[in-house]
């Protein structure tokens, strides 16, 4: 539950995606119809990040050592994988996959 109460930002960004994909869709046609198409899918990419669990992410890195992905970069430019290459593979799996379903919902399943 939100602190600032309902609705939320999640349940705001929602509605208007679905005002822009129904009504404005349905009454337009060429590059506004185009242009309501691709902010509604923009604002469905804010409302998944919203709503996911990005504690996933955070803890694949905290097991790794790291805070955040800025710092697991420096790390990997600086060489301190590259005997860890098992280590490190799974985890950049994992943080790609999670922004994947954000992103790209379903991309990465077979």
């Given at each position: 539950m939100s602190i600032y109460g309902r609705p939320t930002a999640a349940e705001l960004?929602?509605?208007?995606?679905?005002?822009?994909?129904?009504?404005?869709?349905a009454s337009t046609d060429g590059q506004v119809n185009f242009h309501a198409r691709v902010a509604a899918n923009a604002l469905r990419i804010v409302e998944r990040e919203l709503t996911a669990e990005?504690?996933?992410?955070?803890?694949?890195?905290?097991r790794l050592g790291y805070a955040d992905e800025a710092q697991l970069a420096a790390?990997?430019?600086?060489?301190?994988?590259d005997d860890r290459a098992g280590e490190l593979l799974p985890a950049l799996r994992?943080?790609?996959?999670?922004?994947?379903?954000?992103?790209?919902?379903?991309?990465?399943?077979?």
């Open positions: 960004v929602a509605a208007v995606a679905e005002f822009l994909e129904t009504d404005v869709r990005s504690t996933d992410a955070v803890a694949t890195l905290a790390a990997i430019r600086a060489g301190e994988f994992a943080i790609v996959r999670q922004r994947l379903a954000v992103a790209h919902p379903g991309y990465d399943e077979p």
